[in-house]
């Protein structure tokens, strides 16, 4: 497939103007005219056993959440900020606090990838309960496929695999900087990724064509494996996908596709009635039942805790919104 055709396809599919999540708009979108084509199937993956964590348990306390902003920039030509939400000292249940003491503990990291015309900011009611469960979530913003991006360039997706890899290694060498507030504060050794939309399409790429051996488990919210492929390699890593049956942008047929194609250990929420991404943005019943089932398989994936795993399909059934297809 040429680049140029590539970036037609791509274009088409991840519409900016159509992405709900991907913006500050909250207007009902407009329907996309053209759904993501299946993906093509892939050749086997080398797998292995899976969960590679040692058995453990997650934190059963809520934490307050710390906020800061790293200025970084992948070969000099490609500034990534990345926003950083963490487990912090103080009162849980608050807003963000800027570049608060971290909590005690040595917590799991979590890469974010925003959609196309989105930024990190867009999924601050998601992530930062993430955070609060004792995880640290650093969200890049993407030079090309931002808010406030150059030029909008949809194929610059393609390079975003190899962005969030580069923004991983700046991240986990917070953990001994002298005097940073997250020194001594990162398990290095657990590390997932997630995105949504676009940020979809990137995530997937770090487990096929940009495999990223750190990365131990991955969440794909209304991605599709357009560019990247579904070659998925390495290690097992366990696979959580979650996808509106009702998404106007990449259609759950094109989301499910990819998902029958991981060859580890998976599930997919699908949410009855949901759209492209209203569900990761807005707070009310949707984003509770995304934010909680996620929140159990990070912490399965992460932690190893067996129970957070068990807790999954409950958390996935609550107030009948969506369905699980689990396995887990």
């Known amino acids: ?22 913006s500050t708009d909250r207007d009902q979108p407009e329907r996309a005219g053209t ?25 059963k306390q809520t934490f307050a959440v710390g906020v800061r902003q790293l200025k970084l920039n992948r070969d000099g030509s490609r500034p ?34 925003h959609g196309l015309g989105g930024r990190p900011a867009d999924y601050q009611a998601l992530l930062t309960r993430w955070a609060a469960a004792g995880f640290v979530v650093a969200a890049p913003t993407f030079p090309n496929t ?12 393609l390079n975003q695999p190899a962005d ?13 900087r002298d005097d940073d507030v997250l020194r001594g504060r990162l398990a290095a050794d657990r ?28 969440i794909v919210f209304a991605g599709t494996a357009l560019g990247v492929g579904t070659a998925f390699a390495g290690a097992a890593a366990p696979q959580l996908f979650v996808h509106g049956e009702a998404d106007e942008v990449v259609q759950y047929t094109a989301g499910k596709a990819v998902y ?18 209203r569900a990761l943005l807005r707070n009310g019943t949707s984003l509770g039942v ?39």
């Open 290 to 328: 995304v934010a909680n089932t996620t929140a159990e398989f990070l912490r399965w994936t992460l932690y190893g805790d067996a129970e957070a795993k068990s807790r999954i399909p409950t958390a996935a059934a609550r107030d009948d919104v969506a369905t699980l297809d689990n396995n887990l």
């Open 191 to 218: 590390v997932a990724a997630a995105g949504h939309s676009a940020g979809g399409v990137t995530t997937i790429g770090l487990f096929t064509a940009g495999r990223d051996e750190r990365l131990a488990a991955g």
């Open 1 to 22: 497939m040429s680049r140029r055709v590539l970036s037609l396809l791509l274009a088409s599919t991840l519409t900016i103007g159509t992405l709900v999540g991907c």
């Open 146 to 157: 931002s808010k406030a991006g150059n030029d909008n360039n949809v194929l610059d997706v």
């Open 164 to 176: 969030v890899s580069y923004a991983l290694t700046e991240v986990l060498a917070l953990d001994t």
């Open 260 to 277: 029958d194609q991981v060859p580890w250990p998976k599930a997919m929420l699908s949410l009855t009635d949901g759209d492209h991404g």
């Open 35 to 59: 759904a993501a084509p299946p993906p093509t199937a892939s050749a086997p993956a080398d797998v292995t056993s899976a969960p590679a964590i040692p058995a453990g348990s997650a934190p």
């Open 80 to 113: 990534l900020p990345v926003t950083v939400w963490y487990p912090a000292t103080g009162r849980a249940g608050g807003k963000p606090q800027s570049s608060a003491d971290a909590a005690e503990g040595r917590f799991p990291v979590v890469m974010f990838s």
